[in-house]
């Protein structure tokens, strides 16, 4: 990462500009660099910039916003391939500047996405990312969020989802398994997709509403006294222990 930043500053390379992405001339001073670029037809902006991370210097985010933010805005398979996509600028950067490709994947920390459809896995393979932000911005509240869009996301530490609903989860949206992860929604439909989702997935990942724990009865709960609907074993988690005490409630075991 040091090594990039060093070979990046001060320098400005050409990037081709014969797709449908267009981008902008990169910002680079001593401490600050940012690539911006946007898609007219599919009405997106993209800004991959740094930001100061206390004893780790300098890291990359991501925010995706509407260029017109009354109108649809989304990804399509053609964005991903596109020459112009930031992981495709990321890669040629680095190979121009510290003679070799670097990909944007290992090095994106922070996602900002308001108002724009992601596509069919989209950061399925970032693996460094950490903090995930989702709002759906001026578009009326309702948002998708495909199938294998974080499924790797080993290192997401948070995840908001600011939209007010409804919210649609495709398949492997999330990690099976996630580390530290925590999901945090400010509306009650959205919080209870999210519970529906993590049950129906055996998946253990804290889920707030407005800051506190959701029970999954459509409320936020009340504390540490408050047992999530279906945690049978009363640990604040729910996993295959609590399925196999269920079935043996519903068999009568």
């Known amino acids: 990462m040091k090594k990039f930043l060093c070979f990046l500053l001060g320098i400005v390379a050409f990037v081709p500009s014969f797709a449908s992405i267009t981008v902008l001339d990169p910002v680079v001073t001593d401490n600050y660099i940012k690539f911006e670029g946007y898609n007219e037809q599919n009405n997106y902006r993209f800004i991959l910039d740094t930001y100061e991370w206390a004893d780790r210097g300098p890291q990359f985010q991501l925010t995706i916003t509407p260029l017109n933010s009354k109108l649809p805005a989304a990804f399509t398979a053609g964005d991903l391939s596109d020459s112009n996509y930031w992981e495709a600028l990321f890669r040629y950067y680095t190979a121009q500047m510290a003679g070799q490709q670097m990909e944007a994947n290992d090095n994106i920390k922070r996602l900002y996405v308001t108002g724009v459809e992601l596509y069919y896995g989209q950061f399925n393979d970032y693996e460094n990312l950490k903090i995930v932000d989702i709002s759906s911005g001026d578009s009326g509240g309702s948002y998708t969020i495909p199938t294998n869009c974080f499924a790797n996301c080993v290192r997401i530490e948070s995840l908001e989802c600011r939209m007010s609903g409804p919210l649609t989860l495709g398949e492997n949206v999330i990690p099976s398994a996630p580390n530290k992860l925590s999901i945090y929604t400010y509306y009650s439909d959205v919080a209870q997709t999210w ?29 540490g006294e408050t047992q999530i609907n279906g945690d049978m074993d009363g640990n604040g988690l729910l996993e295959v222990n609590d399925v196999v005490i269920l079935a043996g409630l519903v068999m009568g075991s």
Do not use: V
Request: charged fraction near 15%.
């Open 195 to 223: 519970w529906d989702y993590l049950f129906d997935n055996l998946i253990k990942a804290p889920l707030y509403l407005n800051g506190e724990p959701y029970d999954g009865n459509g409320g936020g709960g009340g504390g």
